[in-house]
């Protein structure tokens, strides 16, 4: 699942020292045992995920996701308030 630091956050530095320790071997580690794929190499998988299983990754062009981000905001806060 992603995690962000959201701007209007009260708690910025707890917040960073989530997302430091989501990201350490240990967060990692407990991200599997809830079932989730780890993010980081060298972790392994959980044991719902065949050996062996190749994860592939979905191509982004970060450039084109940047050059809609204002109008993607303006949408979603139109479908969803904001």
């Known amino acids: 699942e992603p995690v962000a630091i959201l701007k209007a956050t009260k708690n910025p530095e707890a917040a960073k ?6 990201l350490s071997d240990d967060g990692q580690k407990l991200a599997v045992s809830q079932g989730y ?5 060298g972790i392994p998988n959980p044991s719902w995920l065949p050996e062996g299983t190749e994860i ?6 970060i450039q084109a996701v940047l050059s809609t981000t204002e ?4 949408r979603f806060a ?3 308030g904001g």
């Open 17 to 22: 020292a989530f997302i430091d320790f989501i």
């Open 37 to 41: 794929i780890p993010a980081k190499e």
């Open 56 to 61: 592939k990754l979905m191509p982004i062009d």
């Open 71 to 74: 109008a993607d905001k303006k």
């Open 78 to 80: 139109d479908m969803f």
